[in-house]
Nanobody, 127 residues
Framework: EVQLVESGGGLVQAGGSLRLSCAASGFTFDDYTIGWFRQAPGKEREVVSCISSSDGSTYYADSVKGRFTISSDNAKNTVYLQMNSLKSEDTAVYYC????????????????????WGQGTQVTVSS
């Protein structure tokens, strides 16, 4: 059974930091790209960051570049999203997802390319 379990969300003041974790099981982790998406109330789901478990290549949305860092611990089948300098507009439910795709330079991954999803974790940034 495929499982993606997010943790690490919470309430933080603007300018603060959080680290999200995504623990994966039930599939060959090294063959997949893991992505973080978020969805705020009334807004569409958007990609935040992705990492290829096979070669470590990464993608970041412009809105988080320089503030968020994605990393992968293949031995633990876990992907992390370190979020620094948080802003109120980062408030959303954050989801991790897995896809058997390769990240391509200049190409934004789409949520419907991802096969497996976690249940989400709430991140709230107070201003």
């Amino acid at each position: 059974e495929v499982q993606l379990v997010e943790s690490g969300g919470g309430l933080v003041q603007a300018g603060g930091s959080l680290r999200l974790s995504c623990a994966a099981s039930g599939f060959t982790f090294d063959d997949y790209t893991i992505g973080w998406f978020r969805q705020a109330p009334g807004k569409e789901r958007e990609v935040v960051s992705c990492i290829s478990s096979s070669d470590g290549s990464t993608y970041y949305a412009d809105s988080v570049k320089g503030r968020f860092t994605i990393s992968s611990d293949n031995a633990k089948n876990t992907v992390y999203l370190q979020m620094n300098s948080l802003k109120s507009e980062d408030t959303a439910v954050y989801y991790c997802a897995a896809a058997s795709l390769e990240l391509r330079i200049g190409v934004t991954p789409l949520w419907d390319e991802f096969d497996y999803w976690g249940q989400g974790t709430q991140v709230t940034v107070s201003s």
